[in-house]
């Protein structure tokens, strides 16, 4: 009696369990879900949510639409507030906000109304950084160079992880970048860079504008980035850390150029039910494991370095978590950056 009692326990134990499961799956037939890119068409991040969306449905229960959908601002700062205080909290709004915003967040600029690590973090795509590149006409082609000069050098906005880092590069080693923002995305950039409106630009992903940077034949002066990338091209171009003069320095930059590890990421709105999050988190699990995505992503010159979410979101928390002197410093450095973002 008592081993037919456990069995029937089991039983609807298990019948429970398909229960939950069931609805997830009914969910996603009946809801469409939009991936939000927090940039204008044509960038990184446009190419990346685009790839990434063409194929997560086929990974969720029921194969919902994904419609990617451009919503720029603020270097993805008003998507970020959006996110998390007014889309849908239900698994049919995701989206790729800039990865920099975490350190604004630790920063406390003032238009940051989210907390990161409330956000339902659903994995990492790809690791970020890019190449600070400059025309060849440009009066500077090193960085030594450019504490002479004074450099125009095109950000996406004035809330951009490029707009916030050659702050820093220009408070710490003296170096004279005039930043020029206002531009939706890198692919503005390009242009205002080929029609002689820029002398630089701080939003050059590598590799993706790799061949761009070529044909234009434009000067990397430095990778910013932690870890130097493998290329040839780049052979001999310092990443931000062999800039720094000393260990405070050292520990300032690794602050700052932690973006580059946080990468382009897919997040949700906080709130999310927790089977919910788990139906997503599995999804973006099998669709970066996917051979048709990642024959995708090899084309698009994409270097895949995937993070699954649970780690992302410890990742997230321990920058949060920043404090002591190297914070303060850090505020200090970026007080004018922190400052002035625009809404």
Not at 165 to 183: A, M, R
Not at 256 to 274: D, E
């Amino acid at each position: 009696m008592r081993a037919f009692l456990l069995a029937l326990v089991a039983f609807f134990a298990a019948l429970a369990g398909a229960a939950r499961a069931e609805p997830e799956a009914d969910f996603f037939k009946s809801h469409s879900v939009t991936l939000y890119i927090g940039y204008a068409p044509g960038g990184g991040y446009d190419l990346q949510c685009r790839i990434f969306a063409a194929h997560l449905g086929e990974h969720l229960p029921g194969n919902p639409v994904v419609m990617p959908k451009n919503q720029p601002g603020a270097g993805s700062l008003r998507l970020a507030n959006e996110l998390y205080n007014i889309l849908p909290k239900d698994g049919t709004a995701l989206g790729m906000i800039g990865e920099a915003l975490v350190l604004q967040q630790v920063l406390g600029a003032p238009q940051v109304a989210f907390d990161a690590t409330k956000f339902e973090w659903i994995g990492r795509i790809v690791e970020s950084g890019s190449v600070l590149v400059v025309r060849p006409d440009a009066p500077i082609a090193t960085i030594e160079d450019a504490l002479r000069h004074e450099t125009t050098i095109g950000v996406p906005g004035a809330g951009s992880v490029n707009a916030l880092t050659l702050n820093v590069l220009d408070q710490v080693l003296g170096t004279k970048f005039k930043l020029v923002s206002g531009y939706e995305g890198s692919a503005q950039i390009r242009l205002a860079v080929e029609r002689g409106e820029l002398q630089g630009s701080g939003s050059t992903p590598w590799p993706v504008d790799k061949r761009w940077v070529l044909e234009q034949k434009l000067r990397p002066i430095a990778q910013e980035t932690l870890e130097p990338t493998l290329d040839p091209d780049l052979s001999g171009v310092p990443t931000v850390l062999q800039l720094a003069r000393n260990d405070d320095e050292r520990a300032l930059f690794r602050f700052f150029w932690l973006y580059t590890v946080i990468g382009r990421s897919i997040v949700a709105p906080p709130g999310l039910p927790v089977a919910r999050l788990a139906v997503l988190r599995a999804a973006f699990d099998a669709t970066v494991a996917d051979p048709q995505f990642i024959a995708d992503a090899k084309k698009a010159d994409l270097d895949l370095a995937i993070m699954d979410g649970e780690k992302l979101a410890a990742l997230i928390r321990d920058a949060v978590s920043l404090k002591g002197p190297v914070l303060a410093e850090a505020k200090r450095v970026a007080g004018f950056t922190a400052s002035n973002q625009q809404p």
